[in-house]
């Protein structure tokens, strides 16, 4: 009896979880709030500042879906995911939307039944080592000790790397990321190798950055992207076109301080689309005509929000890399608007 | 004769000399450093070496303290102000006390609630710790956990009033009822309490104004409050369900037994961890979307039990350790199973289980600090979470830490130093 309690539970709450699934759009609008999930504290990334407001490079794609849909880039309400709770939290329909530096992967995306709306971070694996060590190429690595987080990905990225270059490494096995910083700063192993952009937040709390340096090579690819529940094709929309409407704006030139001007008078059609001052794409996507307007003026374009979060004038101090627009040797590409 | 004495020596003293002084090294502190200190040379060398180690230890940590930067508004302003010298970086603390101690989004204008319930916790509490205090103020004690969750929830005070209002009818019920047989009073009671809590509930929202301090969520609570919040609530709730579950344990009916014993072993089983992330994960599952079963509640019903099942156990042995002789002489006085355990088994059982409780509860205040795993914003949560992952803050480590184990500190020692009172105080054996 029990049995056939627990299973008549889960098929209610499935098929309730179903039915809620299919009408994101309206249920957020109804709310007048976006639940959004995020990390509980990753720097540059997303964490509160001293007034308890949240800031950061994933926060500011939650604001920006927030802007386009609700008309109001502060409608958001932040609920704070640890790597374990985060894709139930978006499964169980306590979030709508899940803007938490995850790494967009086959199995996440197919078999947890998720849909990653776009790429709005790459990273990828790379090394740290002292500048006294006098190492310029990951592969200069031969025998060295290795600080690496158990259970990840970047585990079994660096057996593959060294394996594949024939080289050795003693792995010292570290639990956290601050654990592995004070065991690098402590000299118990040659390097560190973690995410690109955590080294190189990392790097930036040591007291002498200019001591360490980051290799070049990048040994794994780890596209973040936020994510939706799979069969909601109508929400999968609206996030997906907000995330290319902030990467078209840098592309296009339209930046939180000049897109009401451009609204107005521009000679760019696409523009004119994608600011809704031409054509329907708003309506089209159950939205009004300043979607586009509304996310880019309260948060600027995909640069802005770079460079502002996690950019080379912030303590972070990133480039952009990978992440520059295709125009400038980048992987970000915007499908048209039109 | 008596000549004979004066002939040789020319004078006599009548008079006891006053008694002396001891010795300088006899005495005072330099008899103490002899005696404990330097009483031989392989202690004499213990000594030197100990305190050799406390100005190593202290040389190093002091500078720290007294030095330390307190106005800078990031971490990289610590190092330049500092500048290579000694000293902590307590500047996160200036600026972030209020999110370590309350959370990040508790309105900032309502600290004083917090703060006031958290004052009036001791008032509340006093006449349950301190016996010798006037028995009026056990009204203060009951009323307490309806004005604290007004104060730290926030909206209508009908609503606390009206549960308050409708445990007193059921209580009232319950006392009519309970003459003619303890289960129609116990029944009669719930049922009274549920039909005035369901009529006053529908009468609140429409009143929803009166009284109202300004709603604050569940989610919203955090830093060292939820601690207290957690750590609170889950004892207070766990020692009446522990002594339950240990006298059901002992209890003849074989149902009532196979129930507790069930679940005792099942929740000891099992870590603490698990139950959260049952608690957070696992029922999301299960609760249709959009029924929100606060989070806080759902923690504090995992650790309510886990803490119980403790307890349970803890007064079992308490139970065990009664000489069968006090069993037999409540029933030859004629008391009946309530009476005998109320008046003869229990106190005597809680006394000797008091440091085994009070163990329970300084570990379960401490595991309130796990919540951080399942995203929430306690302490441990806050430091790890929000400030470490600031940019402004990343990299803080050892003044954080310290302040947290310094408000943990604070907390266990205390009630280790009652529990301890409590012992002396309750001392009846005089071998």
Known sequence: ?338 | MSDTHAQTVTYVRDTMLPQAAPPSTAQGPVKWLRESLFSSIPYTILTIAALYVIYVLLSGFLPWLLGGVWTTSNIRECREVLDGAAGGCFSVLAERWNQLLFGISYPQDGYWRPTLAFVLLFVAVAPVLFSNLPRQLLIVTALYPFIAFWLIWGGSLLVPVSALLSIVIGYVVYGKLVKTSFAAGLAGGVIAAAVVWFVLSMMTPSLSGVLALEEVASRNMGGFMLNMILGVVCVSLSLPLGILLALGRQSSLPIIKMICVVFIEFIRGVPLITLLFVANVVLAYFLPPGTSFDLILRVIIMITMFASAYIAEVIRGGLAALPRGQYEGAESLGLDYAQSMRLIILPQALKISIPGIVNVAVGLFKDTTLVSIISMFDLVGMIRGPILASTDWNGVYWELWGFAALLFFIVCYGISQYSQWLERQLQTDHH
């Not at chain 1, 694996?125 to 259970?151: E, H, N, R, W, Y």
């Not at chain 1, 003693?170 to 402590?186: F, M, S």
């Not at chain 1, 973040?224 to 609206?238: E, I, S, T």
Request: hydrophobic share 40%; net charge negative; glycine share 12%.
């Open chain 1, 1 to 338: 009896m029990n049995k056939s309690v627990f299973f008549g539970a889960l098929t209610v709450a499935g098929v309730l979880a179903g039915a809620s699934a299919a009408a994101t759009l309206d249920d957020v609008k109804a709310r007048g709030k976006l639940n959004c999930g995020v990390t509980t504290g990753l720097v540059g990334f997303a964490a509160p500042n001293a007034n308890g407001e949240w800031e950061g490079f994933d926060v500011a794609v939650c604001r920006a879906v927030a802007a386009a849909v609700l008309g109001d880039p502060k409608a958001v309400e932040f609920v704070p995911t640890t790597g374990k709770t985060r894709f139930t939290a978006l499964a169980s329909g306590e979030i709508d939307f899940l803007a938490r530096n995850t790494t967009w992967t086959f199995s996440r995306d197919v078999d947890l039944k998720f849909d990653f709306i776009g790429v709005n971070y790459y990273d990828g694996q790379g090394f740290m080592v002292p500048k006294s060590l006098g190492v310029s190429s990951a592969k200069d690595l031969d025998g060295a000790t290795v600080c690496i987080q158990t259970g990840t990905t970047t585990e079994l990225n660096l057996a593959d790397f060294f394996r594949s270059n024939n080289i050795s490494y003693e792995p010292v096995p570290i639990e956290t990321n601050a654990e592995g910083q004070q065991q690098y700063l402590a000299g118990a192993c040659d390097t560190y190798t973690t995410d690109a952009s955590g080294l190189a937040s990392t790097r930036a709390t040591f007291e002498n950055p200019g001591d360490h340096v980051i290799l070049p090579e990048i040994i794994s690819k780890e596209p973040l992207g936020p994510l939706v529940r799979h069969g909601d094709n109508d929400w999968g929309d609206v996030t997906r076109w907000v995330l290319y409407a902030l990467i078209a704006a840098e592309e296009l030139g339209v930046t939180s301080a000049n897109v009401e001007e451009m609204s107005m008078n521009t000679t760019n059609p696409e523009v004119a689309r994608l600011l809704g001052s031409e054509g329907t794409l708003g309506e089209m996507l159950g939205l009004d005509a300043g979607w586009a307007k509304n996310a880019i003026a309260s948060q600027g374009n995909y640069g802005e929000i770079f460079a502002k979060n996690i950019g080379e004038e912030t303590p972070i101090g990133l480039a952009r890399g990978l992440n520059a627009q295709w125009t400038d040797g980048g992987l970000m590409y915007a499908p048209p608007f039109r």
